[in-house]
């Protein structure tokens, strides 16, 4: 009986994976006016080209994906030593060159893609697009924001503080669209929430500069690939230590990113356990079965940095993937490789000429309708 009774149990559990359905109900109605709506069947899509170039270049190193437990090397003489070291996570996440990157010269290129993408609703309202576009545009302005302004804080290291409280750097109206001043909070809670409702995988696109995070990709986010990217994040994330471990008989570990996001998960507990069960694989997901109990606790503020100082602490296998990544010398500058891309600056410059006239035309559409009070 106990054994029929068990196996009763799961698959019971097994039909409930089976029929998750998130709670993804979205209400425009918080959402600033000029940037409600889409457009369905929109055939527009927003171009990115250099923000692809940015991420595809050497700044940008992928780990290679472990679950194994870093050793605490001893620092040699001169190497600064690292604060709120995490043997659990710190060879995990991809990392970006801080040190490399930093110049004058390439935070102005990032500056400019940063203005371009806030200029873009302007000159083509955001309510031309469909969904899956306009997800990606916001999460392609959120990611260059937020790297913009950890290369100005660099070289600090921790950024718990940075990124927690009511100050926080979340909290900071940085940006201004199409007339709104916005921080990365509102992109997050308000305007995506808002349009997407409490669908998990969009958690996984906001990048924050920390280890125990989220990763920037090798590409920017577009219409066309924006869900399948947030999907492979999901899997690479919580298949790490960063997003879920087991080391402790009947409690199941996993990010405090989830508790610092209750609002993806309205019945947390409930509708945590069913997310981590739909995209754990491996025995993890066995494992998570019979853990009576989930513990998000699981946390790494350190910026994902990739530089010498921090190689030095035991992360060899991400030393050996900056090598194996870096096929020619990093740029000292992006000119380097961003050489011919300023047309991304000007007019309709994220857009092909078809496009544009589509949107001129939509444009004059709009502003006909809008003086007959329509």
Request: charged share 25%; net charge positive; glycine share 6%.
């Amino acid at each position: 009986m106990k054994v029929r009774s068990t196996l009763q149990q799961m698959f019971g559990f097994m039909l409930f994976t089976l029929s998750i359905v998130c709670d993804v109900t979205a209400d425009e109605s918080k959402i600033p006016q000029a940037f409600r709506g889409h457009t369905a069947n929109s055939s527009l899509s927003i171009s990115y080209a250099d923000i692809d170039i940015l991420l595809g270049s050497t700044f940008l190193v992928k780990a290679t994906l472990s679950r194994g437990i870093a050793r605490k090397a001893t620092p040699s003489i001169g190497t600064r030593l690292r604060t709120n070291f995490s043997k659990l996570t710190s060879r995990e996440g991809n990392r970006f060159d801080f040190e490399g990157f930093k110049s004058s010269e390439n935070i102005a290129y990032l500056r400019a893609i940063r203005e371009s993408l806030e200029a873009l609703p302007l000159e083509a309202p955001l309510v031309y697009f469909s969904k899956a576009e306009q997800l990606a545009y916001w999460l392609n302005l959120y990611n260059v924001t937020m790297l913009e302004q950890l290369l100005i804080i660099y070289p600090e290291k921790d950024l718990e503080d940075i990124l927690t409280g009511s100050d926080s750097l979340l909290n900071q109206k940085l940006l201004m669209v199409a007339g709104e001043r916005l921080s990365l909070n509102d992109i997050q809670y308000i305007i995506l929430m808002g349009k997407f409702g409490s669908d998990p995988r969009i958690l996984y696109g906001f990048y924050q500069g920390i280890i125990g995070g989220p990763s920037l990709r090798k590409n920017a986010y577009t219409g066309a690939n924006v869900y399948a990217e947030l999907t492979d994040n999901v899997y690479g994330f919580l298949n790490s230590n960063r997003g879920s471990y087991f080391d402790r008989l009947e409690v199941f570990r996993v990010s405090s990113l989830y508790k610092r996001n209750p609002a993806y998960f309205p019945k947390f507990k409930k509708d945590l356990r069913a997310h981590l069960s739909e995209y754990l694989i491996g025995s993890m997901k066995l494992t998570l079965y019979w853990a009576g109990k989930i513990s998000p606790n699981i946390s790494n503020w350190n910026i994902g940095d990739l530089n010498v100082t921090e190689r030095s602490f035991g992360d060899r296998e991400i030393d050996a993937a900056a090598q194996s990544d870096q096929s020619a010398a990093v740029p000292t500058d992006l000119s380097e490789v961003l050489t011919g891309r300023k047309e991304f600056t000007q007019n309709y410059g994220r857009f092909t000429p078809e496009q544009a006239q589509q949107i001129k035309a939509l444009n004059v559409k709009r502003e006909l309708d809008l003086n007959r009070g329509r």
